[in-house]
């Protein structure tokens, strides 16, 4: 316990002692601050003092810490405290700068604190300063809050004045004064407290980490007072998501930037009289700020409801009197015992099991229609509760419970873990609302761009200046046309133009079944460079199709059999299909995995599961299978001794019940009369680690129970006796699953007949989950979907590399990838083993060669090794020399583990040609991606949700297959249940981001023509008229830049992927082309103009101090502009590859039409109203004919040249060419090209049929 330093009173020599003390006390030696909160005196009592900062050991670094705010983000901590002379500094300069400096410090809130206050040790800040790992800075408060008598001693230690109680450490509940309290920040609705004895700050959470039993020994319930004191600490159990105010949005929206710089340009309108344009940019600002407040606020209220529905509902806790009471759900705390209503509800926490099992559905949180069976924490388990290791047991906040299954009358109970934003629910909704930035080159160019454009307009104000400053203008009028020079280079609309694309991007998709909740990541499709699927449900049919099975005699193969019924009911093979599932009967229909369907549907079997009438004698109720043939039977327990099981027929006397007893006569009469039925006593289900599940069953009238065990035929025969195991298991799993069949090892054990029902519930999996007897293969066909292989063709052929991440068997992934061309048939498969370290060797992988389909009928020997813990190697004894150009890792999750810890520097080469990735944990799905994309791969995940939830999130582009309209795991929501919505993504983020870059390019050159309209009408002593801004800006920009984002994206994916980085040099050079075009088609129409023998100069014509007028050179200037705007919007129109041709969009067709019509009218034939309202020079329709022909003459020319330009220059090879040359790249900017260079030079490496050790490179034959 780090001890408190003095007051002013203490020493200097015992303040250096005290620190001392606590540094060899921490005896750390990492930390780099020292909190000193409270000082201890000899009888070990808490003195009430008190230092506001704590001093600092020399050489310290105090301000900076790490907080670990989940497994995957850090955020890095700077602590500083108040100064009063920095902050009288401060409001001076708010005071000298009107106000400005508060605006400032808004936009940029770290400024202020620097400004402001000094650093300090993190223990005692005021202010935090937090840094994420993407760079993102938060400015928050530090709150010390007091806590009334109780406070987790796991989450909270740290007192600023305090009395500690004596109670052992292993107490759920600490007892203080009243006078406790702890320092505490929200950041992004996460709450963290400060902990003294690690020195940081740690995510308030829950119950995590504690040991198993301890639930069901340390948890009797909460009194009323102590929930509230534990939510003085937690908070209500509510996840809020603030819908703000119309005033708030409206006060943070006119606060941004880009509406300061409007106001700043309406302001600067005003004051040089441009009335009616000011007053038509006020009237489509606020209109458009009320749109998008009104949208923000839409978003935020469609969240609030998708959440609010567990926020407010009762339930029933239990007190540690025994007792129930009903409270509302916001008052649940961590510790509080909740009882499940029977008939299901929806979680408003998580909370771990403890008695009954519950069926629940947790589409919301993953997207997987299939009801999920939690059954209750083992009471005996020395593991630590962990919610992601034992989701098993967990409900989760957001779910639904379905139904429950309860014993006799007891409830079914779990004990609260975690509330509010600490649940799953919470977790993904501050995903939704703090999305994880990612930073798209485009975004960062368009930064880069204008700030250019302000570059440019600095020069402009300076001629301009300079313009007027010779002419002898007013000081006034200078300034005003100088800053006017502003508005126009740098277009206010600049950021809403480039998000046009999005938003019909977002609409179209809409319309194919897709749904986006994240905009942004639309254009970030358009870049995908590796698509990674999983496999069931995405790639191949959502169910299996029984196909067979293959039963075993005195251990070997039986022939195939495709009809179960063949088997005896009494069959083990026959009764492990029908019992060894998690199927459950809900509105009369059997619902669970499909697989576990297909399995029970082949036996022909019937299933009843205790109905609720079924505990009126406090009896046990197991599920009952049975064969079709026979009636309803009951089994409940015979509750005597727990060693024996009655079964109860339904065989009404007198309306009294006859019990039989299990145990059979020496006859076996009593036997033949009874029906043959099988009662399901204990279930452990599926285990993605274990890759097996087992029920524990009894038959009636026998003396003992029996264990039938499912999974993956490696793992189940690792646990059988040798001996059962056929000889040619391996070959004939081998030969199986490179046709594609999902295969399942089935198994049996006769467990003892003294194993009582009670002692059943408590034993642990792992003693009986052993010595099983093989049974046979379970074949199930899992057919690829029609659409699959096409779509694959079609990305293989764009270049978008397609990887398989799936949970499914090595064998039967490779095959899968072969039939839909993920792995063409000429390309090697080379499979790769990882072993990892132990006492006796280090941790070693190996590289062989996988027998294809296609080499079958060679002559290569294949032989499978099966190891003791049930792992196989193909091991491929064909010889070749070298490796192929073309060939493909596959591996299992257990091999993608052990390179990543033993062998981090062969990881980046392994997923460069890794293909499949079998056997794949959650987590691992996710560790995939993240590690493609530290290779700079844009990746993209699609997946069913069902386990692909972190993959999604971390994926640039992740797309969940389901029926609802949107989910939260993941951006992207197809109704579509196949992968066709892959390349529509795709197809739509090309279009999108080619329309954002189409955009982006005609605002620039607009706003770069209209300066150099600007400039030469400057230089002419004149300037456009108010009305002329308005009819370009409003009647010609505003509509070509909307309707052209509406031309819909290309129907084909092609290899090239669009270059749209605003500051490349084939942009630049277009630009500058462009703009050069533009101003020689100006300057020599202004030439030409002056040559015209009727041509009067402006200054004769002009009154004085009048700079805005009728004249010929605005007028000329105002002809020639509106048409290269409309020029522009053309050449910058690209169609194919990646958008339709322009035509095909009617309505931009429309609107260059409309436009071309009001050009040429005005050119030729204005009327007399028009004239003069937009302040061009009146003429007849046959005055100076020639002069106007002339003038359309030159813009046509103007364009085509352009458009020459355009095709022959910018867009030629000759022009990339001479790029590359002039930049002479040496090495390749993404990683992942860099180590295909290295690769394709290394014909080395791998060296198949090595094995490589982690000490080094170590090589032996094989």
């Known amino acids: 316990m780090c001890r408190a330093i003095a007051p002013e009173f203490v020493s200097n020599w015992l303040i250096e002692r005290i620190i001392d003390v606590n540094l060899r006390h921490l005896t750390s030696g990492h930390w780099t601050f020292v909190p000193l909160d409270t000082f201890g005196s000899a009888d070990g009592k808490i003195e009430n003092l008190k230092m506001p900062y704590s001093l600092l050991a020399k050489g310290d670094a105090p301000q900076v810490i790490t907080i ?30 009107c106000g400005l400096l508060l605006l400032f410090v808004k936009w940029f809130p770290q400024c202020r604190v620097w400004m402001t206050c000094r650093p300090c040790s993190v223990s005692t800040a005021d202010i935090l300063i937090l840094k994420d790992v993407h760079g993102t800075t938060t400015v928050l408060n530090v709150n010390i809050e007091s806590a009334s008598s109780s406070i987790p001693p796991e989450l909270v230690y740290s007192r600023s004045v305090s009395s500690i109680s004596s109670h052992s450490h292993d107490s759920m509940n600490f007892n203080y004064s009243p006078n406790i309290s702890y320092r505490h920040f929200v950041h992004n609705c996460g709450k963290f407290v400060w902990d003294s004895t690690l020195s940081c700050f740690k995510r308030l959470r829950g119950y995590e980490g504690l040991p198993c039993s301890e639930f069901f020994e340390k948890f009797q319930g909460l009194t009323a007072s102590e929930e509230n004191e534990k939510r003085e600490i937690y908070g209500p159990n509510c996840i809020d998501v603030e819908v703000k105010s119309y005033f708030t949005l409206f006060v943070d929206e006119v606060l941004n930037p880009l509406y300061i710089f409007q106001t700043f340009s309406v302001m600067l309108w005003l004051f040089d009289d441009y009335v009616l344009y000011a007053t038509c940019i006020v009237v489509i600002t606020m209109v458009s700020i009320a749109l998008a407040l009104y949208e923000v606020r839409r978003q935020q209220k469609t969240l609030r409801d998708m959440v609010s529905r567990s926020n407010s509902v009762l339930v029933s806790v239990r007190r540690p009197n025994g007792a129930f009471e009903e409270i509302a759900s916001a008052n649940l705390v961590p510790g509080d015992i909740i009882a499940i209503p029977p008939n299901g509800c929806h979680m408003a926490c998580d909370a771990v099991l403890i008695t009954g099992n519950c069926i629940v559905n947790e589409s919301m949180l993953t997207g997987e229609s299939v009801p999920e069976t939690k059954t209750p924490l083992s009471k005996h388990d020395d593991e630590f509760y962990c919610p992601l290791n034992h989701k098993r047991n967990t409900l989760f906040c957001g779910t639904e419970v379905i139904q429950t299954r309860y014993y006799e009358n007891n409830k079914v109970l779990a004990v609260v873990v975690r509330t509010g934003f600490s649940t799953a629910k919470g977790e993904l909704i501050r995903s939704i609302l703090f999305p994880k930035p990612f930073g798209f080159k485009f975004y960062m160019d368009s930064l880069k761009f204008v700030v250019l454009l302000f570059g440019i307009s600095a020069l402009g104000m300076a001629y301009s200046i300079y313009c007027y400053i010779i002419r002898g203008a007013p000081i006034a009028q200078t300034i005003v046309r100088a800053l006017d020079i502003i508005t126009i280079v740098v277009p206010p609309a600049l950021p809403a133009a480039m998000s046009i694309g999005t938003v019909f991007a977002q609409n ?54 495709h009809d179960v019924n063949t088997l ?19 509105d009369d229909e059997i619902r669970g995995d499909p697989m576990d369907l297909k399995m029970f549907h082949a036996t022909k079997w019937e299933m009843e599961e205790p109905g609720s009438d079924n505990t009126k004698f406090d009896l046990l109720n197991p599920t009952v299978i049975r064969p079709s043939t026979n009636k309803s039977s009951k089994i409940p327990c015979n509750g005597l001794d727990g060693g024996d099981i009655m079964l109860t027929p339904e065989l009404n006397s007198d309306d009294k019940l006859i019990s039989f007893p299990l145990s059979p006569t020496k006859d076996n009469s009593l036997l033949d009369e009874m029906p043959y039925e099988v ?155 990882g072993v990892a370290r132990d006492h006796e060797k280090s941790a070693h992988l190996s590289f062989e060669y996988a027998e294809t389909m296609n080499m079958r009928n060679s002559n290569s020997t294949i032989s499978e090794v099966v190891s003791a813990n049930g792992d196989m190697s193909p091991v491929l004894t064909t010889f070749i020399d070298a490796v192929p150009q073309h060939y493909h890792f596959v591996m299992d999750g257990k091999t993608f583990g052990v390179i990543r810890k033993y062998f981090p520097e062969m990881l980046p080469k392994i997923l460069l040609r890794g293909t499949v990735f079998a056997r794949m944990a959650p987590d691992q799905k996710t560790q995939l991606v993240e590690s493609l994309q530290n290779l700079n791969y844009v990746v993209g995940m699609c997946g069913d949700g069902a386990n692909d939830c972190g993959a999604l999130k971390a994926a640039d582009v992740g797309i969940s297959l389901s029926d609802t309209e949107a989910s939260v795991a993941a951006p992207f929501t197809s109704n579509i249940p196949n992968i066709t919505c892959v390349p529509i993504v795709i197809r739509e983020g090309r279009c999108s981001l080619l329309t954002s870059f189409a955009t982006f390019r005609f605002i620039a050159l607009y706003s770069l023509t209209q300066f150099v309209s600007v400039l030469i009408s400057y230089t002419v002593d004149t300037n456009l008229t108010d009305q002329m801004f308005l009819y370009i800006d409003m009647g010609l920009i505003t509509c070509l830049a909307v309707s052209m984002g509406y031309t819909g994206a290309y129907n084909k994916v092609v290899p090239q992927r669009p270059r749209v980085s605003l500051v490349s040099v084939t942009n630049v050079v277009s630009l500058l082309a462009q703009i050069t075009f533009v101003t020689g088609t100006l300057v020599g129409a202004i030439i030409f103009l002056q040559h015209q023998k009727w041509y009067e100069p402006v200054h004769g014509s002009k009154e004085e101090g009048e700079d805005i007028f009728p004249c010929w050179e605005n007028t000329v200037v105002f002809l020639i502009s509106s048409w290269q705007y409309v020029a522009i919007a053309l050449l910058v129109s690209d169609g194919p590859p990646y958008r339709k041709h322009f035509f095909t969009n009617y309505f931009y067709l429309a609107v260059l039409a409309l436009a071309s019509l009001c050009n040429l009218f005005i050119l030729f034939n204005p009327f007399k109203v028009l004239a003069p309202y937009l302040g061009i020079v009146e003429w007849e329709p046959t005055q100076h004919l020639m002069f106007r022909v002339t003038l359309l003459m030159v813009v046509l020319c103007n364009f085509f040249l352009a458009l020459a330009f355009e095709m022959l220059v910018v867009n030629s090879r000759w022009l990339r060419w001479c790029v590359r040359k002039i930049k002479n790249k040496k090495e390749a900017k993404n990683e992942y090209k860099r180590i295909d260079k290295e690769l394709s030079a290394d014909y080395e490496w791998p060296q198949v049929n090595k094995t490589v050790y982690e000490s080094g490179p170590i090589l032996i034959s094989q």
């Not at 399942?744 to 059943?760: I, V």
């Open 68 to 97: 670990e705010e989940s497994t995957d983000d850090q955020v890095e901590a700077h602590g500083y405290c108040e100064s009063p002379c920095k902050k009288c500094l401060y409001n001076i300069g708010i005071f000298l700068s």
């Open 679 to 833: 009662g399901i006593i204990r279930q452990f289900p599926f285990s993605s680690a274990l890759q097996r599940m087992s029920v524990m069953c009894r038959t009636l009238g026998s003396r003992h129970m029996d264990l039938y065990c499912k999974g993956a035929p490696e793992k189940i025969t690792s646990l059988c006796l040798s001996e059962t195991v056929p000889v040619n298991f391996p070959e004939l799993l081998k030969d199986y699953t490179l046709q594609g069949y999902r295969v399942l090892a089935l198994a049996h054990r006769k467990l003892d007949s003294k194993l009582s029902w009670h002692h059943a519930q408590k034993i642990k999996r792992d003693q009986v989950e052993k010595d099983l007897t093989f049974l046979g293969l379970l074949i199930m066909q899992n057919t690829l979907k029609p659409e699959t292989t096409p779509v694959i063709k079609a990305l293989k052929d764009a270049k978008i590399r397609c990887v398989m991440v799936t949970g499914d068997n090595v064998m039967t992934a490779m095959s899968v990838a072969r039939d839909c061309h993920m792995i063409p048939e000429s390309d090697r498969i080379i499979v790769i083993n």
């Open 508 to 561: 179209r998709l809409k319309k194919q079944k897709i749904y986006c909740i994240s905009p942004p990541r639309i254009n970030i499709g358009g870049k995908l460079k590796l698509i990674c699927f999983d496999k069931t449900g995405t790639l191949t049919e959502e169910g299996l199709d029984f196909w067979g099975i293959i039963p075993t005699t005195e251990g070997k193969f039986k022939e195939l059999e």
């Open 568 to 586: 005896s009911d009494h069959d083990r093979m026959k009764i492990c299909m029908a019992s060894c599932h998690s199927l459950t009967i809900i």
